[in-house]
């Protein structure tokens, strides 16, 4: 028996291809495990939303991380670790403007924030996974 679960949030797009879950929730005791999949900028249609605008991007998958916290009855501040995955590192600052939006009322959580050389869709230019206790 499993003593996890994997769901895919409402308003949040899952994977087209079926390939992955949104979040893994995993019972801790008193408190809960939250592992989210890297979100990427797409919008329901499955289309990179903000073309090369690293901001618009990075926006749009600050805002996807906020509905799979939020159907699990967590927020920002509850986020512990960020992996943050950018195909252009010169960008980071223009993340880290958007990113600093979110976590604005909370401590900043540990994180990690690397260079690739592409992501599985072409146009996307971030990807970002988050955990979270609550």
């Known amino acids: 028996?499993?003593?996890?679960?994997?769901?895919?949030?409402?308003g949040v797009?899952?994977?087209?291809?079926?390939?992955?879950?949104?979040?893994a929730v995993i019972p801790l005791g008193e408190r809960t495990l939250l592992m989210l999949a890297g979100q990427v900028a797409w919008g329901d249609d499955h289309q990179i939303v903000g073309g090369d605008d690293m901001?618009?991007?990075?926006?749009?998958?600050?805002?996807?991380?906020?509905?799979?916290?939020?159907?699990?009855g967590a927020t920002f501040a509850d986020v512990v670790n960020l992996r943050t995955f950018l195909t252009d590192i010169s960008r980071i600052r223009e993340y880290g403007e958007i990113r600093a939006e979110y976590f604005k009322d909370a401590a900043p959580p540990t994180s990690?924030?690397?260079e690739v050389s592409r992501l599985f869709l072409p146009e996307a230019l971030i990807e970002v996974e988050a955990t979270a206790i609550i």
Do not use: Y
Request: proline content about 7%; glycine content about 2%.
């Open 55 to 72: 901001r618009a991007q990075s926006r749009r998958v600050m805002e996807l991380i906020g509905k799979v916290l939020e159907a699990h």
């Open 1 to 10: 028996m499993s003593t996890f679960t994997l769901d895919n949030p409402a």
């Open 112 to 114: 990690t924030t690397v």
């Open 13 to 23: 797009p899952s994977s087209p291809f079926k390939a992955f879950s949104n979040v």
